[in-house]
């Protein structure tokens, strides 16, 4: 079967601390993506990143970065400097490489950055 | 380019009645997904739509189906509408290019609440 947990179901942090969110997934295929979203008040989900699980290199993006480790099946988010605007709550998923790409989504991390 | 919309925003019905929620998809995408996602929960799959049919589903009852229609808009329909029922209903569109086949756009929602 497969699963994502986030454990976190909310962090406050205060604005330019950094942050860290934390996602555990659990599969039994071989090959497979992982993505992060974020879902601001507004509801729509907005796309952050998409990982294959053939590559573990990390990613940088800006504020954000990203650490795939299939060893322990996490595939962890960092904002560094975090800002008001970041308040959101933050989804990860899991999703086949072929067939009907449904996405397993965990529960969320509500994250809330303190002015 | 625009985004996936999705209408109507909010609407509230009773028990029993029936409701239909409807999707545009993304331009240039070809696939739609609808995802269910309860108060405080991650979306959860309900189906999708590639070519007009159905192409996957989730753990859903019969009295959730579907359409997709030759401009790739999609509608949702929910028959004999239980309390469980309430949620936000997100739609998402991808495209079936190698590179963007599971990347989901999604819509900002249609918030259903059932009394």
């Known amino acids: 079967a497969q699963k994502v947990t986030q454990a976190q179901t909310e962090i406050s942090v205060v604005e330019k601390e950094d942050v860290t969110l934390d996602c555990v997934y659990e599969t039994r295929d071989t090959t497979y993506y992982l993505f992060w979203y974020k879902q601001p008040p507004s509801g729509e989900l907005v796309f952050l990143i998409r990982r294959n699980s053939f590559d573990e290199q990390n990613e940088i993006s800006g504020r954000y970065s990203w650490n795939f480790q299939k060893s322990t099946s996490s595939f962890n988010f960092t904002i560094t400097a975090s800002q008001v605007v970041d308040s959101a709550v933050y989804f990860c998923?899991?999703?086949?490489?072929?067939?009907?790409?449904?996405?397993?989504f965990g529960t969320g991390t509500r994250l809330k950055v303190l002015a | 380019e625009t985004g996936v919309t999705q209408s109507p925003t909010h609407l509230i019905k009773t028990r029993g009645q029936q409701v239909t929620l409807r999707c545009s998809s993304q331009?240039?995408?070809?696939?739609v997904s609808w995802y269910q996602q309860a108060l405080g929960q991650g979306p959860q799959f309900i189906f999708q739509y590639y070519r007009e049919e159905e192409n996957g589903r989730g753990n859903f009852p019969p009295r959730f189906s579907g359409l997709q229609f030759p401009n790739y808009s999609s509608e949702l329909n929910v028959n004999a509408l239980e309390l469980d029922d309430s949620a936000l209903y997100l739609c998402?569109?991808?495209?079936?290019?190698?590179?963007?086949?599971?990347?989901?756009?999604f819509g900002a929602g249609s918030r259903l609440t059932v009394l």
């Open positions: 998923a899991l999703s086949a490489t072929s067939g009907t790409y449904k996405y397993i």
């Open positions: 331009s240039g995408h070809n696939t």
């Open positions: 998402a569109s991808s495209s079936d290019t190698p590179s963007g086949a599971n990347v989901l756009t």
